[in-house]
């Protein structure tokens, strides 16, 4: 069974950082485009960044550049999204996503989906 599992999330004071990880089970990620959405209350979700199977990146939210950032690992069959400077307005379910063919921000293009994390950004 293919399953993704998002880890990682909490709640945490504007200007700090947390570490987002999306593990892999049942697939090797090694082969797969892996994507971060986030969604916040009320609001669409929204692709924020994707990682090619060749470590390239692509980031689709302007409003994280600079402050997030994608890798992978693969010999721990793990995606992580590193995000700094932390604002209220980042606060969402994260959640991640693959894909065998390229990267998008196009939802049904991935066809695999974590059940995401919640990220809190209060004071």
């Known amino acids: 069974q293919l399953k993704l599992v998002e880890s990682g999330g909490g709640l945490v004071q504007p200007g700090g950082s947390l570490r987002l990880s999306c593990a892999a089970s049942?697939?090797?990620?090694?082969?797969?485009?892996i994507g971060w959405f986030r969604q916040a209350p009320g609001k669409e979700r929204e692709g924020v960044s994707c990682i090619r199977t060749s470590g390239s990146r692509i980031n689709y939210a302007e409003a994280v550049k600079g402050r997030f950032t994608i890798s992978r690992d693969n010999a721990k069959n793990t995606v992580y999204l590193q995000m700094n400077s932390l604002k209220p307005e980042d606060t969402a379910v994260y959640y991640c996503a693959a894909t065998g063919g390229e990267c998008s921000a196009y939802e049904p293009h991935m066809g695999y989906w974590g059940q995401g994390t919640q990220v809190t950004v209060s004071s």
């Open positions: 049942g697939f090797t990620l090694d082969y797969y485009a």
